[in-house]
């Protein structure tokens, strides 16, 4: 079953954008685009919600704690829930709020802070035909204690990309395994909600969306991962990242 629903998490505190975040979520923050042929700049918003709508995406819940009438104003003309997380409590967190919405099915969950310039095609493909519970899109980083980071074993490709079947996810390693890092997209079965939920209530306060992935896989659930080589994360979630993002969608997107 292909996912058709997408969680997209918007309740982040924004610090390393404060200035900005104080008054506007970061999902609305613009990026360029080619529209006609044309350059334009639009939220980055536009850019996820167009990109999983182009993988079969049909409806969307957005979480939030600030900017709900910001939000609310801007998406009107759409079909799209919302609902509340109270408190910043971390990515994992986040995720259950929408657990409802997902109602027992597939589900993309997709952070607000940047997009992909490709690869949700193949990830929902990838989960329709191998069965998983958990889809992961990699990345090479150069820095990998400062992201989440795959144990991974190789699986020939997929859609001409590097397949892995994944053992372990690492939330900012201090000695990292390899260098294939999450992007802020993934596809889940169920699963992750049972795991989120066991997760919490061992670990309270910070709750990352890794510990609930780690505890799928170690309870024999099935993980795996695309490498994109050519494919981009535009992330707008600190200055230094949000400046190569404008640069490089100016020039390629």
Partial sequence: MRPRKAIITCAGKGSRMA????????ALFPIFRRLDGKVAAEPVIESILASMSDAGVSEFCFVIRNHKELLESYLSTREISFVAQPEPKGFGDAVLMGEQFALGGPVFVHADDGVLTGGYKEAASLYDQKDADIILLLREVSNPQRYGIVTAVPEGEFMNHKLFRISEVEEKPQNPKSNLALSAVYVFSPKIFSALHETKAIIGKEHELTYGISKVIHDGGVAYGILLE???????????SYHKALEYSYENY
């Fill in 230 to 240: 050519k494919e981009k994360w535009l992330n707008v979630g600190d200055p230094d």
């Fill in 19 to 26: 200035h900005l975040t104080s008054y506007m979520p970061k």
